[in-house]
């Protein structure tokens, strides 16, 4: 006889099974993304913060802005105004939020380490975690990049698009929590970090390109084990 008993034991073997399956399928079509683009540990943090609410075009506008004026660096940041900063950040949009989210993290960065991003590199992931959340302005989403991205810590990042694409599969609902998607992917992937940099940034390729707000399903790699639920 079926009861909730099977029902949750079916969807765990199905997690199990589908959670490295979506990756394989969206490797072979995709290949390796090469994520995150940025030449120091710096630009990249700067560009998870940048990048909230936007597309990533118009953060590279707001990184060369800031590399041309010298100011994507710590000291740099340091120093600039807030007033300043908000102007050159400007393409990213919601830039004097933005500002404040960069000047707040680097006051924490000098204040807890110095200036010194190697410092933060050995502090225990969990515990740097913790610090990135106490930072105004850097919610879940841009702390997992920060960790996965940055310090090659083994954390999964889950965004607006994750949710969309496994809602979607029938793995997850519509509203479901940051922490029990991220943990879906924890508990049924065996590698870690080189596996979650890459699967991420597959997911967004997906999203972008056919799992958007209006599904272009038609040669999704997903088509064949995708419930499709909208
Ligand atoms: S098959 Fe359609 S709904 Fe499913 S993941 Fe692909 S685009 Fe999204």
Same mark, same amino acid.
């Given at each position: ?25 969206l ?5 390796? *993304? ?17 990048? *909230? ?11 060369? *802005? ?71 302005? =850097? ?6 990049? =920060? ?12 965004d607006a698009y994750t949710k969309r694409i496994f809602?979607r ?31 991420h940034a597959l997911l967004v390729r997906l999203g972008k390109e056919h799992c958007r707000p209006?599904p272009r399903?038609?040669?999704c790699?997903?088509? *064949? =084990?995708?419930?499709? =639920?909208?």
């Amino acid at each position: 006889m079926f009861n909730i008993k099977h029902l949750k034991s079916f969807s765990k073997s199905y997690s199990q099974k589908t959670v490295p399956l979506v990756y394989e399928r969206l490797l072979q079509k995709f290949g390796p *993304q090469h994520w995150w683009p940025g030449e120091t540990r710096f630009e990249v943090i700067v560009g998870a913060i940048l990048t *909230q609410n936007t597309n990533w075009g118009n953060v590279q506008k707001a990184i060369v *802005q800031l590399k041309k004026n010298r100011v994507l660096t710590p000291l740099g940041m340091k120093a600039v105004s807030e007033r300043r900063l908000s102007t050159l950040i400007k393409p990213s949009g919601y830039f004097n939020v933005k500002a404040k989210r960069l000047k707040n993290f680097i006051q924490f960065l000098f204040k807890d380490y110095d200036g010194d991003m190697n410092k933060m590199a050995k502090q225990p992931w969990t515990v740097l975690r913790l610090e990135l959340l106490n930072v105004n302005g =850097i919610g879940p989403e841009t702390a997992d990049s =920060i960790l996965l991205y940055v310090f090659d810590k083994p954390v999964f990042v889950v965004d607006a698009y994750t949710k969309r694409i496994f809602s979607r599969l029938g793995l997850v609902k519509k509203d479901v929590e940051y922490p029990v998607l991220q943990e879906l992917f924890t508990r049924n992937l065996t590698s870690a970090v080189a596996m979650f940099n890459e699967y991420h940034a597959l997911l967004v390729r997906l999203g972008k390109e056919h799992c958007r707000p209006r599904p272009r399903c038609f040669r999704c790699p997903l088509d *064949q =084990i995708c419930c499709k =639920i909208l």
